[in-house]
Structure formats: structure tokens, C-alpha cells
């Protein structure tokens, strides 16, 4: 019989990492490699050693509790981030660690001690938010990107992130992905509306949609916007502005899993009366079908072209994250709704909309999701919410699976 997992401490614990960075609303930012993020790092990492884990910090800050299993097998491993975006909630990231500790004290109160070993992680630089790509700690874990590109990625503020790492005493030693994983599960809020609006309890992620992102640096010319007729303005801003204006639309027309966001725009000089010389801005594309997401990036590039040519500006580009769509392992999205039918818990399986670790996990060994629903389909947002007993229910069906594989 597996251990029950109470609820005390990961309520109490969620409430304590998010009064690190936290911000009006209740949310909290905690950019990667942030005094905030060493902060919230130092905390985590105290609970794994209280919990008795050997905690080790790889050399992209990656840091992963071990539990020692009766066997010297590779582990069972579950894990997310604790990095968030400047308008972060409590929850995306920092449930799904803090889940798993859980996991780790209902095993030590019941002494559990499972075949294989547990391993508990948190991955640096998810989100992306400060340093790109997303996914970042992940991705060189899975051999998806070295550690020198990595270091080199730098923040607006020109800083790196091997410096950053450095700064904040996360730079560890040990090889990224040397512990390769019998199996990954990451326990994560959905982050979108589908499971509360159908009042379902869990949700049996199947895939992660592809994800693109792009910086655009737009040259015009600046010019004054009293004295300037329409016909001789090479307007920066008019070319962000009508990006804008055209993937929305085109995310409409599409249809199906298509979404578009320009989230990033900063105009320059940015004053009431000047027509702006430059435009440097950001275009999220995302879907869960390869060749639509290669037909809409084809298509935003063909009107960034067109409205280039017409209004006489140059515009450079760089791909900032690029990753395909990918499917977790048919077996153990299978074991994820066997165990949340088991515990009574009503599922749906369904794609992820956001990006996650485990998708570079995918890589490295049958990896699968957890999702448990988000009040009103908020995130990113400090208004995020899940309800305590739907995040139980997510951490319960997380313990029965991991120890269920790690008896396999
Ligand atoms: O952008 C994402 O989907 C994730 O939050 N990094
Ligand atoms: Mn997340
Ligand atoms: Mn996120």
C-alpha cells in the first residue's frame, strides 16, 4: 500500500517559496539566476537535505536530489523549475518540485525504501524569460545544447548566463544528464482553461506543441511626427504594430491549436512626437502540428517582408527557441491515467500548451505529464490558482506512479 501524502507541507512549503520575490496579488518573479532565484534555490535545496537527499548541482545550475534506492539502478526521477517570469504565480514550476519532496517524506514517514533510486530536480532557466531559450537547464541536460552556447546566452542587460550562474554560486560540477533517468514525470498546473471548464481533476498530458520564437530589430528612420507626411515615414513601429496585427489574425484563421503572441515590443527613441527609427520585438508562435507551425512562421516572415519592402525599413531576425512538437511515452501516459482512475480522479488526455522540462526529458529516457487544473486557466499571471485538493490529488497520483516505476 503506498503511503498517503499529506498536505501540510507542500501547502505550507509553496506558500513559503513564493514569499521569496514575491510581487503585488500574490504572485512572484524569480527571473532566472536572479538574487531572487539563488534565494529561492538556497531554500529548496535546504528542504531536499532535511529530507535526506545527496543533492548535486550540475554545471548549468541544474540541481537534483538523490534518494538512494536498494538497488544502484538509474532513477526514478520527477522534477520542474523554480524560475518564473516577472508576473509569475505561485504554482507553474514550483508545485511540481515541491511535489516531489513530498513524495520523498511520505516514503521516509512510511521508511520506504523503493528498488530503484528517486531523484528530485529543479532545471534551470525554464522559462526563458531573462535568458533564451527556454527550457534552458533541461535541454543541456538532454545533449540539446552545449554548455559553452548556453553560458554565452545573455540577459538585455548584456549579462551572461555562465556569469549569472557563477554570481549566484549555482555553477556546479558535476556532468549535466550523467544521471540519465529510468524514467521522468513532471506534476504540473495545465496553465490553460480546458480541465476546469470541463471540471476534470487530472489531466493525462499525451505531447508538448512546438514552440517558436523570434526577435525582430527593426531600422527606420526617425523622423517628426508633426512635419512628416505619411508618404516619406520608414515607421519601426508601424512594421511591429502590423506583425502584431497580422499574426492575431492569422491564429484566428488557422484555427485548431494555432496561437500567436507578440509579448515583447520596445520602440526607441519611444517618444510622443518622434516616428520611431527602431522596434525590437518578440513573435511566440506555437502549434501542435509541425507543418502548421512551419506554415505560420512562413507566413509572418512573408508579411514581415512585404511590409519591409513597402514602408522602407530594415528588419533582422533571430531565432531565440525552436522546438518541435513531442510526444511522451504512450506506456507511461497510460500509467498516468490508470493511477489517477484508481484514486476515483476524473481525466482527459490533452497536449501541453506551455513548454516544460519534461519535453527535453523525452529525449533521454519514457518520460510523461501530470497536469492538474488552473482556476479560470490563469498563469502567468499572479492571479494563478489551483485549489489544495486538486494539488493533493496531483502529488497523490504522482507518489503512486513513481513508486510504482521504481519497483519496476
Ligand atoms: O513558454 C513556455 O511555454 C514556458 O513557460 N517556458
Ligand atoms: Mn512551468
Ligand atoms: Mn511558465
Known amino acids: 500500500m503506498t503511503p498517503e501524502l499529506s498536505d501540510r507541507h507542500l501547502l505550507a512549503n509553496l506558500d513559503a517559496l513564493a514569499r521569496i520575490g514575491a510581487i503585488d496579488g500574490g504572485g512572484c518573479a524569480r527571473l532566472a539566476l536572479s538574487d531572487e532565484d539563488r534565494q529561492g534555490r538556497d531554500l529548496v535545496v535546504g528542504w531536499m537535505k532535511e529530507l535526506g537527499l545527496d543533492v548535486r548541482i550540475d554545471a548549468i545550475g541544474n540541481v537534483i536530489g538523490v534518494r538512494a534506492g536498494r538497488e544502484d539502478l538509474p532513477p526514478v526521477m520527477t522534477g520542474s523549475h523554480i524560475d518564473t517570469v516577472r508576473t509569475g504565480g505561485r504554482y507553474d514550476g514550483n508545485y511540481g518540485v515541491l511535489a516531489g519532496l513530498e513524495v520523498v517524506r511520505a516514503l521516509n514517514a512510511a521508511k520506504v525504501v523503493t528498488r530503484r533510486p528517486l531523484a528530485v530536480a529543479f532545471f534551470t532557466n525554464e522559462e526563458g524569460a531573462r535568458f533564451q531559450p527556454d527550457m534552458m537547464g533541461s535541454l543541456v541536460y538532454a545533449g540539446g545544447l552545449g554548455l559553452n552556447e548556453a553560458y554565452a546566452a545573455a540577459d538585455k542587460d ?16 558535476t556532468k549535466p544528464g550523467a544521471l540519465r533517468p529510468h524514467a521522468f514525470v513532471e506534476l504540473h498546473i495545465e496553465q490553460g482553461p480546458i480541465l476546469d471548464e470541463e471540471k476534470v481533476r487530472i489531466g493525462v498530458v499525451e505531447s508538448v506543441q512546438g514552440i517558436s520564437w523570434t526577435e525582430y530589430t527593426v531600422t527606420g528612420v526617425s523622423n517628426h511626427a508633426g512635419t512628416t507626411p505619411m508618404r516619406l515615414r520608414r515607421d519601426a513601429g508601424y512594421l511591429a504594430a502590423s506583425v502584431n496585427l497580422f499574426a492575431r489574425k492569422l491564429a484566428w484563421e488557422m484555427g485548431g491549436d494555432q496561437v500567436a503572441t ?147
Not at 268 to 295: C, G, H, M, S, Y
Not at 329 to 355: I, Q
Not at 362 to 387: D, W, Y
Open 262 to 408: 507578440v509579448g515583447a515590443l520596445v520602440l526607441r527613441p519611444n517618444l510622443i512626437n518622434v516616428v520611431p527609427n527602431r522596434a525590437v520585438f518578440t513573435v511566440d508562435l506555437r502549434n501542435t502540428d509541425e507543418a502548421k507551425l512551419q506554415e505560420a512562421e512562413a507566413r509572418v516572415a512573408a508579411h514581415i517582408a512585404e511590409v519591409a519592402a513597402s514602408e522602407r525599413v530594415a528588419v533582422e531576425s533571430k531565432v531565440l527557441a525552436r522546438f518541435e512538437p513531442v510526444i511522451f511515452d504512450p506506456g507511461l501516459v497510460d500509467r498516468v491515467e490508470r493511477h489517477a482512475r484508481a484514486l476515483s480522479l476524473s481525466t482527459r488526455r490533452m497536449p501541453s500548451g506551455a513548454g516544460h522540462d519534461a519535453q527535453m526529458m523525452q529525449r533521454l529516457c519514457p518520460t510523461a505529464m501530470i497536469f492538474v487544473p488552473s482556476v479560470e486557466g490563469l498563469s502567468h499571471n499572479v492571479k494563478e490558482h489551483t485549489e489544495p485538493a486538486d494539488l493533493v490529488a496531483g502529488a497523490q497520483v504522482l507518489l503512486n506512479l513513481i513508486v510504482e516505476l521504481a519497483e519496476g
Open 158 to 173: 548584456g549579462l551572461a548566463v555562465g556569469d549569472e550562474l557563477r554570481r549566484i554560486g549555482y555553477l556546479g560540477a
